[in-house]
């Protein structure tokens, strides 16, 4: 285990747990949506902009199922990733750091999905400030899982020189892990300055989608 990474016991993360929580939170996500459908307006809140309010709205069954339909999906995304790389024997070689990193983005996605439910149930709060703390630790985790990886075609920093060479799949993805988990400390600290937080958060948010 290198210095500085996420290191948890086998049995935290293991494949199986791991798959059981993802259902169970795409299972829970589901059946909050039924449980607050009838509470909720015909258009609800979907998006939020840098002042926390309210900017766009969906249909009632859009606005809550989208979500939990996400997350199904991403559960799927999950279970196939490993059988559909060609380099698959790398990607068992950090599986445990491939599975805490699903934990941990689904228990994000779950999070935020709650603060919607909330919020159009009429709790009112400033929701981007509740984003931060949950942004800095997935983040976090994600630079740990980088510096971990080995070279595959789904998950990591992907261009021609990093999936064509073991050592420069290695040296970049130990730079870019270090610079996610600068990026999480920023977070964090922007939670007391919100004007410096959402400067910084939108050109950020294109570049981890790439990543992912």
């Not at 994000?108 to 984003?131: C, H, K, Q, T």
Request: with cysteine; aromatic share 16%; hydrophobic share 50%.
């Amino acid at each position: 285990m290198q210095r500085g990474s996420l290191s948890y016991p086998q049995s935290y993360i293991s494949t199986k747990l791991t798959t059981l929580i993802l259902l169970l939170l795409v299972g829970a996500a589901f059946c909050a949506g039924f449980v607050v459908y009838p509470q909720l307006p015909e258009r609800i809140a979907s998006h939020w902009n840098v002042e926390g309010q309210a900017d766009a709205t969906l249909s009632k069954t859009w606005g809550i199922f989208l979500f939990p339909l996400i997350m199904a999906l991403l559960f799927a995304l999950y279970a196939a990733i490993p059988y559909l790389d060609p380099l698959k024997k790398n990607i068992q070689s950090f599986r445990r750091q491939y599975n805490l990193f699903w934990l941990i983005f689904s228990i994000f996605m779950a999070y935020v999905y709650a603060l919607s439910l909330l919020w159009n149930i009429g709790s009112r709060f400033d929701i981007s400030r509740m984003l931060m703390p949950a942004i800095a630790v997935l983040w976090y985790v994600l630079g740990s899982v980088l510096q971990q990886s080995k070279r595959n075609w789904f998950m990591g920093i992907r261009t021609p020189w990093t999936l064509s060479n073991d050592v420069v799949w290695h040296k970049t993805h130990q730079l870019g892990g270090k610079l996610f988990k600068l990026s999480a400390l920023i977070v964090l600290v922007s939670i007391f300055v919100p004007s410096t937080a959402w400067h910084f958060l939108p050109s950020s948010f294109p570049r981890l989608a790439q990543r992912l």
